[in-house]
């Protein structure tokens, strides 16, 4: 059963737009999510994180929101750009044990266009 | 610094055969994982290694698997014998010890392709 769920495939932007991809989860025991993206032939890179205790997270162009009670989260990258075109992989932390798996969503292809 | 590095970056194999991936994580990551993604759908986690011990193996799928990170250094991840649904591409990742979360750093992956 899929714990991290992102429901779509693919978006596409205008270059200067806001883009918003979206994730939810099912277990309340993760404390920590992060998105990572990806680009052909590459691996994935870590983007920004959010704490299960916090509701909010910016780094530069990139903000990440956190709705415990809808176990939902997403990422705004305001404005999106050209390079910002890539696989975006939302992550949960099952820290079991002391250990960091993580449990990742299948991923959204976002393509800014001009 | 060199980051994760791991070989070959693609494999073609048939049905019955063994192949063996190797992963170098960043000098210093006692933490050490492998995932897998499959046609496109989410990457999934196999199993972590701390220095050369194995500290969850939970996702690896079948007895099929084999991983190993003798001296604590680079891992390898033996598939014997292959069959069609271990296509895929796998990730290795490293990151520095401790219970703390620390940032997981992902190689290139290696795709490996069963006919």
């Known amino acids: 059963d899929q714990q991290v769920k992102q429901n779509s495939p693919s978006l596409s932007v205008q270059e200067g737009r806001i883009s918003i991809l979206n994730c939810d989860y099912t277990n309340s025991m993760f404390d920590y999510f992060l998105w990572y993206k990806k680009y052909p032939a590459e691996g994935p890179t870590f983007l920004i994180s959010?704490?299960?205790?916090?509701d909010k997270n910016e780094d530069g162009r990139f903000t990440v929101f956190l709705n415990k009670s809808a176990k939902h989260l997403s990422l705004h990258i305001v404005p999106s750009q050209p390079g910002d075109s890539a696989v975006y992989f939302c992550?949960?932390?099952?820290?079991?044990?002391?250990?960091?798996?993580?449990?990742f969503g299948a991923g959204t292809r976002l393509a800014v266009h001009p | 610094e060199a980051g994760v590095t791991q070989f070959p970056s693609h494999s073609v194999i048939e049905k019955g055969q063994t192949v063996t991936l190797r992963c170098d994580p960043i000098?210093?990551?006692?933490?050490l994982y492998w995932y897998r993604r499959v046609m496109g759908k989410e990457i999934k986690f196999l199993l972590h290694f701390v220095k050369e011990s194995k500290q969850d193996e939970s996702g690896m799928p079948n007895n099929r698997f084999l991983a190993e990170r003798t001296g604590g250094t680079y891992s390898t991840l033996k598939v014997q014998p292959a069959e069609l649904e271990d296509s895929g591409v796998y990730f290795c990742?490293?990151?520095?010890?401790?219970?703390?979360?620390?940032?997981?750093?992902f190689g290139p992956g290696t795709r490996l392709t069963v006919l």
């Open positions: 992550a949960a932390r099952a820290f079991s044990g002391g250990y960091n798996k993580l449990i």
């Open positions: 000098s210093g990551h006692d933490n």
């Open positions: 990742a490293s990151s520095y010890g401790g219970t703390a979360y620390n940032e997981q750093f």
């Open positions: 959010i704490s299960s205790i916090k």
